[in-house]
């Protein structure tokens, strides 16, 4: 047998191995919890509010998927399912924000990879729609306290639209919370300082051409929104169509930028066109505190776990910048801009309160200010009578992972299995070694 017949057929099971691998990796095992069917009311736990501070001996009644009742006088009713909360932690459920959680499976695979499309001027892309509710990661990020996640695309200057998704539901119609919150821009890049002089010229060529592409996009959009303002019967274009609510204050435009050139150049942007922004990424974002703090532009900060990006840069620069924006009235959310890897979250916000942030800040990143930022705080990221019972009960602190313990998790009321892969492989594997 010749060398490349054995190579074409060593490529051909390769492949058969990875198809059948990824197939066998899209569907997790977890089924959805069923609708509440009565009060549930959690007794005597430690509830961490994050509106009305931490409530200790206290108690927390769910009725119809909403939070009904908080204190230690409350009203019980009759057939009520009873949770002793004594010596525990409830807090709200996290919100994960700018994450590829059901579009990203496995790396290798692209077949399970769908986080962009070609081209740069893709606005009207949801992700919502290439989501996989199935996906066998979604149940290791919820054994980590994460009900909520902002479901978001990759890209080239525009990359399209990200949703609020909850994270026990049989399909994206159950679990779809909010609907396109806002439109993803990823901002040109200069070349680094690695790039050689001789490629440099050709590398800033293509960087001013990508700036270029952009002003040209959005005057074209601007010059949509106009028309259209003028006579809605105009022939739609979806793309520009997709960006009329950022020309009408509806929706949030996230531009995902990391240097400080990046961040005064697209602060400069927005000055000019006064959309509704937030920077994502900013792992420079502690330079230009005192500019985003005076236009009120909010950071979901994606590097609390980061290392210096530059050799005079302090060692724990990334572990106090969330501090940093904060002190300087920053609107500060710690996110993560992975899928597997954001089950971390409340650990990176761990981090950051032991860097000045504290605990009540660090929470509050993770919780009711991504809800605000998402345009979802009347529904998440508090415990608040009235506010979907969406909650997590922890054995311990959850922000430590030391003692963090996510011991139960309701989404809406509805009791969601805990298990997962991590889990079910570890229950195998010692077994094994008892052997």
Known sequence: MSSLTTFKKTLLTLSACALAFS????????????KQSQPIVIKGATLHTVTNGVLTNSDL????????????NITIPQNSQIIDGTNKHVYPGLISTVSQLGLREIEAVKATVDIREVGDDNPHLLAEAAYNPDSEIIPTIRSNGITHVQ????????????????????????????STVGVHLFWPSQPPSWVSEKRRPKAMKRYHQKLTRLNDLVEQSKRYYTAYQADSSIPQDVRWHAMLGLWQGEKTLYVHAEDINEIEQALRFNQQHGFKMVIVGGSDAWMAAQE??????PVIYTHAFGLPQRGDEDIDQAFKTPHLLKQAGVTTVIGYESAWDSRSLAFAAGMAAK?????????????????KVLGVSDKLGSLDVGKSASVIISAGDVLDYQ???????????????????????????QQKGQK
């Open 23 to 34: 197939q066998s990796a899209l569907a997790h095992d977890m089924v959805p919890g069923a």
């Open 151 to 178: 479901v978001t695309p990759a890209g080239h200057l525009f990359g399209g639209q990200s949703s609020v998704i909850n994270l026990d539901a049989w399909n994206i119609e159950d679990g779809l919370v909010k």
């Open 61 to 72: 009644l769910m009725v119809d998927g909403k939070i009904s009742a908080i204190g230690q």
């Open 292 to 297: 985003l703090a005076q236009q009120n532009v």
């Open 355 to 371: 860097y000045g942030l504290g605990k009540a800040a660090a929470l509050e990143a993770i919780t009711l200010t991504p809800a």
């Open 403 to 429: 003692t963090h313990h996510v011991e139960k998790m309701f989404i809406d009321g509805r009791v969601v299995d805990l298990n997962n892969r991590h889990r079910q492989l570890y229950d195998k594997y």
